[in-house]
């Protein structure tokens, strides 16, 4: 998530902007700048790195006679991290400085047209074929207004922009399309900014523009408008009673519970430019061979997310996969025998060390590795023989949440693209590959996540309220689950453990008989992920042999299946394995509210850190 704000106003803009900048500096980046105007032309200044770095160079300007200026934290999506990368950027003529926050989908499409009428493109983003395209549109619109509409109207995907022209050196221009952007209206001041914590010392008058509004704003006026037709629109201001801190978590209690609430934009953005209505399309893997077999390597969160993947992979894209944890892969005599084995390294952060020294074992036995990361430009990102980003944004809290949610929906659109690719089976025809009718079927699925999950979120939260009081006082849990449903019991068990710090194992619900079962008694609940799929009967066997020892169960299940437990926790119902996507986010809001509950510390867990990058 990159940090947008920008300033119209009576005071220095350059402080204001830095400040404002420094406010956001909680959501990540690797990069920033800024720009202002100055004698009739726009000064624009960048920098790789941390906000000292843009500093640095701004000292060396004569910035103190601006009182507009607009600046810019970037979170590497599209193009490494790196100057030329780094926003504001311009167009060819330098009449117009641009920022931007989220994914154009189109922006290869308005690359190739403006190319063809001449335009230069000195950097790798997507955010450098909107300001030219707006530059574009100017020499046939009447004015700036118009010609940024007409833009914006071209544009596909995602956005919060803010713009500044060099003949209207007073003037900001803002516009969003599903990405935040707030107004903050002061006293001859205003300003634009992604988040609220950017401007919150110079006023609490806010307004959270919707989609589809463009705003236009001096230091004394400002006009919000309709994109469609550049209707003026009223909004009246909100205050906004919050401290900074609570400001940065957007409100939420804490960052865990705001990126757990944040998982449908995960989805939407996941999603962005990545389907069709009949396939994926992730062109970071075009020139790779499809693999002939899998070796799925991660730890943690990263190694459930693979652990769910394998069944996606395995049974859409009908490829053999073994998941490794990368602590035990880095040291094992590993075979990577056949010429068309690959390794998919699975990592948020990029930087874990067992999982960069499982990644160089492999690279070392002459495999082709992948990378699955968050952050862009990482070294696990930069060493993997080529690379996928999941585009969650910064994921502040140590429990990782939103983080799984996007390497599932990577995993599924991996399967279903190299399913198009994969030589039908010798042995089983007929099940390689879908029929065209299933793949537009699970393709309409996965495009219906983000709306179907964010209209359940609340509901899910106020049950893992209710059952986290109700077994609160529980020093031992097991999780079961069979199937894709495994790896979710894992991962329940993983979030539970290192939130609340009561003991719990995720088990394969078929393993409980030849052990784990003794264990249990009536203090010594169970969580069972009862989903409608093939294994529900067995499941359902699984609960029935833990109350006929006193256990007592909770069972995350869908509507109209028939299950007696003490606590029956029903969540949509969609076709395994998709049916995960709604599930994990049950998981994690009942170990979030556990701890919370028990007065833990969400954010920042005993003895965990957010990256391991030590042995
Ligand atoms: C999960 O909540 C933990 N934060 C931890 O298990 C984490 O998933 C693991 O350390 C792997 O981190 P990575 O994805 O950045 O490699």
Redesign the pocket.
Known sequence: MCGIIGYAGHRPAVPVVMEGLRRLEYRGYDSAGAAFARQGALRIVRAKGKLAALEEKLAQEPVATATCAMGHTRWATHGIPAERNAHPHCSNDAAIALVHNGIIENYQEIKKELAEKGHVFHSETDTEALVNLIAERRKSEKDLLRAFAVALREVRGAYAVCLMHCEEPETIYAARLSCPLIFGVGAGEHFVASDIPAFLPYTRQVIFLEDGEIVRATATSYEILRLEDLRPIIHEPQTILWDMQAAQKGGYRHFMLKEIFEQPRVLADGLAGRLTAENALLPELDALPVPGKLHIV?????WHSGLWGRHLLEHWARIPAQVEIASEFRYRESLLLNRDDMVLV???????AD?LAALRRARKQGAMVLGLCNVVGSSIAREASAALYTQAGPEIS???TK?MCSQMLMLALMALYWSERKPADNIDQTSAAFAPEQRRLLIALLESLPALLDAHLPEMHENARGLSRKYADANNFFYLGRGHCFPLALEGA??LK?LSYIHAEGYAAGEMKHGPIALIDTLFPTFALALDDALFPKVKSNIVEVQARQGKVIALTNEGLDLTVDDRWVIPSLPAPLSAFMALPALQLFSYEMADYLGKDVDQPRN?A???TVE
Do not use: R
Not at 298 to 302: E, I
Not at 346 to 352: L, M, R, Y
């Open positions: 991660a730890c943690g969160t990263s699975i990592s948020q952060s990029g930087e874990t999982t140590v429990a990782s983080a993983l979030k290192e965990l957010k990256s391991v």
